[in-house]
């Protein structure tokens, strides 16, 4: 099995959502078997900002799953999307 890198959106409920408490949580509730490799912001609109979470996971059954229960349970995040998945050389 190889792995990957999977980018993973997480969308705050409001604008007035604390960024930094947000990514001191997402670090928190990284699973085991799972490296975060960054978290980047992206500025959305009227002043709201979407986290992109880089985590990278082995290619097994399930893949990102474990890591979006995990984030989607954060307190302060409207909804989670994975956007992209690329395979490791």
Same mark, same amino acid.
């Given at each position: &099995?190889?792995?990957?890198?999977?980018?993973? +959106?997480? &969308? =705050? @409920?409001? =604008? @007035?959502?604390? #960024?930094?408490? #947000? +990514?001191?949580?997402? %670090?928190?509730?990284? =699973?085991?078997? *799972?490296?975060?490799?960054?978290?980047?912001?992206? =500025?959305?609109?009227?002043? #709201?900002?979407?986290?992109?979470? &880089?985590?990278?996971?082995?290619?097994?059954? /399930? /893949? *990102? @799953?474990?890591?979006?229960?995990?984030?989607? /349970? !954060?307190? /302060?995040?409207?909804? !989670?999307?994975? *956007?992209?998945?690329? %395979? #490791? &050389?």
């Amino acid at each position: &099995m190889g792995e990957v890198v999977a980018t993973i +959106k997480l &969308m =705050p @409920e409001s =604008p @007035e959502v604390d #960024l930094e408490a #947000l +990514k001191k949580e997402v %670090r928190a509730r990284i =699973p085991e078997g *799972t490296e975060l490799h960054r978290i980047d912001e992206e =500025p959305i609109a009227f002043g #709201l900002v979407a986290l992109n979470v &880089m985590v990278v996971v082995d290619d097994a059954e /399930g /893949g *990102t @799953e474990a890591a979006e229960e995990n984030l989607a /349970g !954060i307190e /302060g995040i409207s909804n !989670i999307e994975v *956007t992209d998945v690329r %395979r #490791l &050389m």
